[in-house]
Every structure is written in structure tokens, then in C-alpha cells.
């Protein structure tokens, strides 16, 4: 099986889904990623990793060094500015994403849910291109094929909420109705792994440290998703 996932920057792949990541090629499944941009507008670490010239070249970096580590086998830069992506038309970054995805030929798509898990405006513009993206991939296929969005339990956001751990630099985090999650991944076996993984993104230590500290609020041995679309075909 080929599992195509498709994010906006370096470590959302890590955050939201490293540990199904590692155990699907652990599973010997292929597992490929589409990264929209390189991250340039993300943080350069406390102390400075790089500066701002350069993140884009060291966030690229860490997030192959993060691959390695999850078994990636691919990863497509679709080169656009971390940071624009939802100045850009819907239309135009579906295209670039379906263009990617008929290369790709994949029995699995997983993107963010249509809140971008955090609010962030370049999730929310990935997830709706994707979307897109997968209904004219349907048309197309000749085999059976899934989308799934990634879900963050709204008891989880509950919970973080009361202890002050949660993320809310875009604004309050509703999270996913828990009844209507279709895929409950445990990852116990293999959290060590998106451990290791999160810490190859060093200029985003900031973020990994504050969502290890959740460690002792939620279930980190989880990782949650929804299917939103397959077609018919066997």
C-alpha cells in the first residue's frame, strides 16, 4: 500500500502523524510526503539554530533528517512561501497537489482536518487544496482509494484547555467530534521514534517541548483520524 501525505511545512508530519507514519513502513507500506513549503516563516530556535536567511535550507534539512527516522521515502517540495498559502488561490494549489498525487498513484491520502489542526491559515488552505485534489483523483483512479483528514479528539482539546496546554496562537481550538473518528492508531510502540523524529526539527524546539508537556494531560500513545471520501471501486 502507498500513503501519500500532504502538509504545509517541516514537522507537521511529525507532529500530527509520526507514529502511524513509522508503523505503516515498519508494515513495509510506502509512505510519501508532499511538503508545500519549506517553513521560512517559522521560528530560528531559542538560542538562533540559523537566521532568517536561511531557515527555509535548514528546515528543509531537518525535515529529511525527520524522514529517515519516520521512513519516508519521498519527499515533493511544492515550493511555495511558508506563509502565503491561503493568498493563494484554492484552484491553483489543488492543481499543484493533484499533479503530485497522479505521480504518485496512492491508495491512501492524509491531510490536515478543515481547521488545519491549529487555525493556521496555510493548514486550512493545505486541507481544502487536498480535498480538491482528491475528488478529481477520483475521477481519475481505477482503484479503491481514501482520504482521511487527521483529528485531534475534542475531549483531548478539553482537557488541554483546562490544564493550559493548549495551542492557541490562531485562536481557540474546537478539535474533532470523538464520535466521529474513524481511525484510532496506536503508536505506543513506536512514540520513541516521532520522539526522536520531533527533535530533528530543532529550530521548532519551542513547539515539541511544549507538546511533551501534554504528555502528562492526554494520551500521546494515540494518534486520530477521519475518513471524508473513497470511491466505490474494490
Same mark, same amino acid.
Given at each position: #500500500?502507498?500513503?501519500? =501525505?500532504?502538509?504545509?511545512? %517541516?514537522?507537521?508530519?511529525? &507532529?500530527?502523524?509520526?507514529?502511524?507514519?513509522?508503523?505503516?513502513?515498519?508494515?513495509?507500506?510506502?509512505?510519501?510526503?508532499?511538503?508545500?513549503?519549506?517553513?521560512?516563516?517559522?521560528?530560528?530556535?531559542? %538560542? %538562533?539554530?540559523? @537566521?532568517?536567511?536561511?531557515?527555509?535550507?535548514?528546515?528543509?534539512? *531537518?525535515? +529529511?533528517?525527520?524522514?529517515?527516522?519516520?521512513?519516508?521515502?519521498?519527499? !515533493? &517540495?511544492?515550493?511555495?512561501?511558508?506563509?502565503?498559502?491561503?493568498?493563494?488561490?484554492?484552484?491553483?494549489?489543488? @492543481?499543484?497537489?493533484?499533479?503530485?498525487?497522479?505521480?504518485?498513484? %496512492?491508495?491512501?491520502?492524509?491531510? &490536515?482536518?478543515?481547521?488545519?489542526?491549529?487555525?493556521?491559515?496555510?493548514?486550512?488552505?493545505?486541507?481544502?487544496?487536498?480535498?480538491?485534489?482528491?475528488?478529481?483523483?477520483?475521477?481519475?483512479?481505477?482503484? !479503491?482509494?481514501?482520504?482521511?483528514?487527521?483529528? #485531534?479528539?475534542?475531549?483531548?482539546?478539553?482537557?488541554?484547555?483546562?490544564?493550559?496546554?493548549?495551542?492557541?496562537?490562531?485562536?481557540?481550538?474546537?478539535?474533532? +467530534?470523538?464520535?466521529?473518528?474513524?481511525?484510532?492508531?496506536?503508536?505506543?510502540?513506536?512514540?520513541?521514534?516521532?520522539?526522536?523524529?520531533?527533535?530533528?526539527?530543532?529550530?521548532?524546539?519551542?513547539?515539541?517541548?511544549?507538546?511533551?508537556?501534554? @504528555? =502528562?494531560?492526554? @494520551?500521546?500513545?494515540? *494518534?486520530? &483520524?477521519?475518513?471524508?471520501?473513497?470511491?466505490?471501486?474494490?
Amino acid at each position: #500500500m502507498k500513503v501519500v =501525505f500532504v502538509f504545509a511545512h %517541516p514537522d507537521d508530519e511529525t &507532529f500530527s502523524s509520526g507514529g502511524t507514519i513509522i508503523k505503516l513502513t515498519k508494515l513495509r507500506n510506502t509512505v510519501n510526503l508532499i511538503c508545500a513549503t519549506k517553513g521560512e516563516a517559522g521560528e530560528v530556535g531559542n %538560542p %538562533p539554530v540559523t @537566521d532568517k536567511k536561511n531557515l527555509g535550507k535548514v528546515r528543509q534539512k *531537518e525535515l +529529511e533528517n525527520a524522514a529517515k527516522i519516520l521512513g519516508i521515502k519521498k519527499i !515533493h &517540495f511544492l515550493g511555495l512561501i511558508d506563509g502565503t498559502l491561503h493568498k493563494i488561490k484554492t484552484e491553483k494549489l489543488s @492543481d499543484a497537489i493533484f499533479k503530485k498525487l497522479t505521480e504518485e498513484n %496512492p491508495d491512501v491520502v492524509i491531510t &490536515f482536518d478543515s481547521s488545519g489542526g491549529s487555525n493556521h491559515p496555510d493548514h486550512i488552505a493545505v486541507s481544502k487544496a487536498t480535498t480538491l485534489a482528491f475528488e478529481k483523483l477520483i475521477n481519475k483512479s481505477k482503484k !479503491h482509494i481514501k482520504l482521511y483528514h487527521t483529528a #485531534m479528539p475534542k475531549t483531548n482539546i478539553e482537557k488541554l484547555e483546562k490544564a493550559g496546554l493548549s495551542y492557541t496562537a490562531f485562536g481557540k481550538i474546537k478539535g474533532v +467530534e470523538d464520535d466521529t473518528i474513524t481511525s484510532k492508531i496506536n503508536i505506543a510502540k513506536f512514540f520513541n521514534g516521532k520522539a526522536k523524529a520531533l527533535k530533528q526539527h530543532k529550530t521548532q524546539h519551542q513547539d515539541w517541548e511544549r507538546f511533551f508537556k501534554r @504528555d =502528562f494531560t492526554i @494520551d500521546l500513545s494515540n *494518534e486520530h &483520524f477521519k475518513l471524508i471520501k473513497e470511491n466505490g471501486i474494490n
